[in-house]
């Protein structure tokens, strides 16, 4: 972000704001957001700008939270830990080690804000873990006219179930306070094996680690497997520039080289995918447990991911391969599974079911359209919901069948931002107007 222009992380999504505000504390929160309504401007908060759609633009006032990024409060002892919102993962996960704890489950990035991953229902991997919003415990959140609340599940049940997946829509969180666990290490083992037989017994495979995930180039008759479990193990000594081998040299500009050639000659797509299948690799390695989650991503794409019911994960793989094959796609990048259990939040893409996530992506300057456009008519037709922060073409019409608390989350809307203060033209399509 520049001192007047916002960007994403793929560059697709880009505003110039007539105000950027970088509040320190909750006082300077307040003063923006007075400047805000005496203007008449609309308001959306950045997190780090890793969403793929157009959650966070706006011509009106852009609130970037990431000078508030300290840790408030630890308690060891019952593992409550507070954050102001802007922390990033990352940061968190630092500090959660100095008091010898962690996060239950990560996604495969820590650049993100809490806040932006909590509001987007941001994921890992396992089918006994929900999301990373589940983990919260309480949130202060700062409505359009600067009242300060503090959400939780006693206090305010409806609240509290609407912010913690609410897409920034219902005013600017300023702190979290998170369940964090004793620490823990995992012991995570990557290795090829035939996508036929795996989809035979994903079930089973997702059952059988603490998190898996499926990795699959399309074309290739082989699926990467990625097993996390837990372990008393030592952790695995990993020299940095193993590391830098490892996680920057083979896997990011090896992806890199492969995906530039796919994207300048096509035709050459399903044999390099299936070379890139076989040069993946295999690795067992035991380290502390955000480092086994988290990697490096240095190649640019955008993506799409929808959460279906888990009992439809297998066909649902089949239908996009099918497709893809079908038609030739030059699609070059792989197609990535995941599992999470079903939780509560009423705008969680989990809710009320346990799920299985698919995300795909195209390599960065490809057209993505018609790739997306196939995969989301098969994901609709499996009753799939898109995630927030990835691309969809879905909207407040469409979603609002399938999350069965629609109307209550509509309700706490209506009640902590009546004027629709915290809105933009994403907001609009993917939830409808405010009060509306
Ligand atoms: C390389 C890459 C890897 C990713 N990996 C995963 C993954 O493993 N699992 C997964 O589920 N997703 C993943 N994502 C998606 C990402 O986690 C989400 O899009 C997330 O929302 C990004 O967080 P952010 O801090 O960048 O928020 P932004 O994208 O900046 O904002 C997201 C939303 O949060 C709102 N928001 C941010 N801060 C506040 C606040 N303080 N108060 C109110 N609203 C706020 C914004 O208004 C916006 O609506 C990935 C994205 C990328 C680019």
Redesign the pocket.
Known sequence: MSASTWS??DGRQRCAPQAIERPRDVDELRGALDRARAAGRRV????????FTG??VTDGTLIS?ERMNRVLAVDPTSGLVQVE??ITIGALNAALDRHGLAVENL???DR??L???T??G???TGTRLRNLSSQLREIELMTADGTLLTLDERSDPDGWRAARV???ALG??TSLTLQALPAYRLRGVDGPAPLEATLEQLDRLADAHDHFELYWFPYSRTALLRRNDRTDAAVTPRSRARAHLEDIVLVNHGLSAFSRLGRRHPSLIPSLNRLATRVAGSSDRVDVSHRIFVSP?LVRFTEMEYAIPRARAAEAIRAVRGEIERRRLPINFPIEVRFVAGDDALLSPAYGRDTCYIAVHVFDGMEYETYFGIVEEIMSGLDGRP?W??RHRQTAASLAPRYPEWARFQAVRTRLDPEGRFANGEIERVLGPAGG
């Open positions: 994403n992380w959306r908060v950045a997190g780090s700008g890793h969403s959650l966070v939270l919102a802007g996604g495969d990035i993100q804000s806040a932006g991953a509001a987007t941001t994921h890992g609410s897409l920034g600017v969180v991503r995630h922060g990835k």
